[in-house]
T-cell receptor
Framework: EPEVTQTPSHQVTQMGQEVILRCVPI?????FYWYRQILGQKVEFLVS????????KSEIFDDQFSVERPDGSNFTLKIRSTKLEDSAMYFC?????????????FGPGTRLLVL | GESVGLHLPTLSVQEGDNSIINCAYS??????FIWYKQESGKGPQFIID?????DKRQGQRVTVLLNKTVKHLSLQIAATQPGDSAVYFC??????????FGAGTRLTVKP
């Protein structure tokens, strides 16, 4: 069964450093998403991406965040200058259709810890 | 503002019993709802969805009920098994694709 993969599984960084979280979506999917989940809290939508541009972004996705699809397989989330409150689990998801739900698959997540 | 929440943070059931997990939402404009299962160390996994023009939908061992009058959503799991132990949360979609998640209920199945 195809799956979304994410690397690294865990990332520890110092406050102020840049981090890049990587995702390999399912190969025939066209819609890509990033979510985050602070420990013990709700999953929160960050951004959606389609046709090489951002489709939607939440208020969380400020100027320190960026996304990129540098090649035909990877989808990355960059945090330019990490803050303590960026510590969270970051989930990538991809979908075959614009609508969410059954056609959207989540990756296993990257746990980011900012010290 | 919009919010999506769950009534109970934890639920413990005996293996073989039915489980009911509840969710309340605040925005009556939501037109699509999803239930997810999240096992430890994994990403959310789609279980079942329902559109606002329906009040019930059934899957394999799972049923989702939607009561738009009181803005309430429930997930029923029949004959709960140890493998069902996980965090379950709902999500509501507003304005075509604005997605809000609930906090989650941790279901524990006792053998």
């Amino acid at each position: 069964e195809p799956e979304v993969t994410q690397t690294p599984s865990h990332q520890v960084t110092q406050m102020g450093q840049e981090v890049i979280l990587r995702c390999v979506p399912i190969s025939n999917h066209l819609y890509f998403y990033w979510y985050r989940q602070i420990l013990g809290q709700k999953v929160e939508f960050l951004v959606s991406f389609y046709n090489n541009e951002i489709s939607e972004k939440s208020e969380i996705f400020d100027d320190q965040f960026s996304v990129e699809r540098p090649d035909g397989s990877n989808f990355t989330l960059k945090i330019r200058s990490t803050k303590l409150e960026d510590s969270a689990m970051y989930f990538c998801a991809s979908g075959a259709e614009w609508s969410r739900g059954e056609t959207q698959y989540f990756g296993p997540g990257t746990r980011l810890l900012v010290l | 503002g919009e919010s999506v929440g769950l009534h109970l943070p934890t639920l413990s059931v005996q293996e073989g019993d039915n489980s009911i997990i509840n969710c309340a939402y605040s925005n009556s404009a939501s037109d699509y709802f999803i239930w997810y299962k999240q096992e430890s160390g994994k990403g959310p996994q789609f279980i079942i969805d329902i559109r606002s023009n329906m009040d019930k939908r059934q899957g394999q061992r799972v049923t989702v009920l939607l009561n738009k009058t009181v803005k309430h959503l429930s997930l029923q799991i029949a004959a709960t098994q140890p493998g069902d132990s996980a965090v379950y949360f709902c999500a509501a979609i507003y304005n075509n694709n604005d997605m809000r998640f609930g906090a989650g209920t941790r279901l524990t199945v006792k053998p």
